[in-house]
């Protein structure tokens, strides 16, 4: 986060580590030398300026000098804050197409308002879904160019949209490539792992992205975040997966004081309200010997026999731990903050470069340590619905949950096309 004591986004300058303008943005795309790198040099050249001038707020975007490098020597305001990927994609650019784009179906008649939050309301959820499942779409979001929402419900839509109205909108509809190119973009920004390969794949989606939008929506002007988010290939190199920087945390953080202040109901010294709950909280946390999250959490356990499990599973799990008799079974675990169910699927191998899966038909706790029986489902890519349908090979793998190179849980869905999964983000098959 950028103090505001330091930039000022409200004239024509965009960013920390570029002194753009407004209007560059709407004609050039980030390329080589497009849009010059702010420097510690121009900085502090922009800097002295903007102190010196006491007739304009700042100068170049830049209204003093950051307080944090006065402090700190290994960190610059040029250079030291991130992009925040919340802010600037589920809750900016997603809400504002996603409403542009409905918009155009619904004129189109492809699907009307109430149909679209009956599928919203009535669709069949699972898991980590159905928590962050999205609020139906509101009557104003057209004036409004945003379908409102958080970051998580946002985020939600955009994966289920193509299953809920995907058989409706034909495949050459410019709107909807517009729409499954931001699919593209969220999935390859939210991943936590990153190639050069997937880099150059994320700048090329963007690319693409970026003219589908102007070629479709003329009348619409590019907006800052469209252009921080050119930006994204390049600072993912400096910082590594942004997924990792955003401020998520931050936001849970923040509700609990929010919650504070609604339950105190007086804001006289709020302040140091908040500080001494906040501390007494720290201080019961510390002194709770149960406080500190277990790495695997197990709510009931059945101990079973080995030799009473089903033969295909009995054989794959004999291979892999020979000398077991018997072993510990359960239907849902959590791991690191992670909750495993049966019936979810996980990420396992590959085939030409796309991702296979494996759905989980039982866990078993072996020494304390998660092990996942998975019946293997081969995936075929839809590229009208950006997602995977997938069919069971009629194998059976046991593996470790330590021998997982992507360990976040998907959901299957039945959909006319057969059974889907819409990945939450890209995943880097290459070793």
């Keep these: 986060m950028v103090p505001t004591s330091t930039f000022s986004w409200s004239g024509q300058t965009l960013t920390s580590f570029q002194p753009e303008e407004r209007s560059r943005i709407q004609e050039h795309e980030v390329g080589p030398g497009t849009f010059p790198p702010r420097t510690k040099s121009n900085y502090a050249l922009h800097v002295n300026a903007a102190l010196s001038d006491t007739a304009e707020a700042h100068h170049c975007g830049v209204k003093r000098q950051c307080p944090i490098s006065d402090?700190?020597?290994?960190?610059?305001?040029?250079?030291?804050?991130?992009?925040?990927?919340?802010?600037?994609?589920?809750?900016?650019?997603?809400?504002?197409?996603?409403?542009?784009?409905?918009?155009?179906?619904?004129?189109?008649?492809?699907?009307?308002?109430?149909?679209?939050?009956?599928?919203?309301?009535?669709?069949?959820?699972?898991?980590?879904?159905?928590?962050?499942?999205?609020?139906?779409?509101?009557?104003?979001?057209?004036?409004?160019?945003?379908?409102?929402?958080?970051?998580?419900?946002?985020?939600?839509?955009?994966?289920?949209?193509?299953?809920?109205?995907?058989?409706?909108?034909?495949?050459?509809?410019?709107?909807?490539?517009?729409?499954?190119?931001?699919?593209?973009?969220?999935?390859?920004?939210?991943?936590?792992?990153?190639?050069?390969?997937?880099?150059?794949?994320?700048?090329?989606?963007?690319?693409?992205?970026?003219?589908?939008?102007?070629?479709?929506?003329?009348?619409?002007?590019?907006?800052?975040?469209?252009?921080?988010?050119?930006?994204?290939?390049?600072?993912?190199?400096?910082?590594?997966?942004?997924?990792?920087?955003?401020?998520?945390?931050?936001?849970?953080?923040?509700?609990?004081?929010?919650?504070?202040?609604?339950?105190?109901?007086?804001?006289?010294?709020?302040?140091?309200?908040?500080?001494?709950?906040?501390?007494?909280?720290?201080?019961?946390?510390?002194h709770d010997a149960d406080a500190q999250r277990p790495m695997l959490t197990v709510s009931k356990m059945t101990q079973v026999a080995v030799e009473v499990l089903k033969d295909s599973i009995r054989e794959s799990f004999a291979r892999k731990f020979p000398r077991t008799e018997v072993v510990n079974m359960t239907d849902k675990v959590t791991i690191l903050g992670t909750s495993y169910c049966v019936g979810m699927l996980l990420p396992f191998g590959s085939t030409g470069g796309l991702p296979d899966f494996g759905e989980i038909l039982q866990i078993i706790i072996l020494h304390e340590s998660p092990v996942f029986v998975l019946r293997l489902l081969g995936g075929w890519y839809h590229e009208h619905l950006r997602s995977f349908k997938v069919e069971p090979t009629g194998e059976i793998e046991v593996i470790l949950h330590s021998e997982l190179k992507d360990a976040y849980p998907l959901a299957a869905y039945n959909t006319a096309d057969g059974r889907m999964v819409s990945l939450k983000h890209f995943i880097c098959t290459s070793d």
């Design 71 to 286: 402090k700190l020597s290994y960190f610059h305001a040029t250079s030291g804050y991130p992009p925040d990927v919340l802010h600037d994609l589920l809750e900016g650019i997603v809400p504002f197409e996603l409403a542009l784009s409905l918009n155009v179906f619904i004129k189109k008649k492809y699907i009307s308002l109430q149909e679209l939050n009956h599928s919203i309301s009535q669709f069949p959820y699972k898991w980590n879904d159905k928590t962050n499942c999205p609020q139906p779409i509101p009557l104003t979001f057209a004036s409004r160019k945003s379908i409102g929402g958080n970051a998580h419900e946002n985020w939600c839509l955009l994966r289920m949209l193509p299953f809920m109205i995907g058989d409706r909108v034909p495949e050459d509809d410019a709107v909807w490539q517009l729409l499954m190119a931001l699919k593209d973009v969220v999935e390859l920004v939210m991943a936590p792992v990153h190639t050069d390969e997937t880099l150059g794949y994320m700048e090329s989606k963007i690319s693409e992205h970026r003219y589908r939008f102007l070629d479709v929506f003329p009348q619409e002007t590019l907006k800052p975040k469209h252009h921080f988010l050119e930006h994204y290939p390049e600072l993912t190199t400096s910082f590594g997966p942004l997924v990792a920087l955003w401020t998520m945390r931050f936001e849970a953080k923040h509700r609990f004081f929010k919650r504070i202040v609604r339950q105190t109901g007086s804001f006289r010294n709020i302040l140091r309200t908040m500080a001494r709950k906040h501390q007494s909280m720290i201080a019961y946390h510390l």
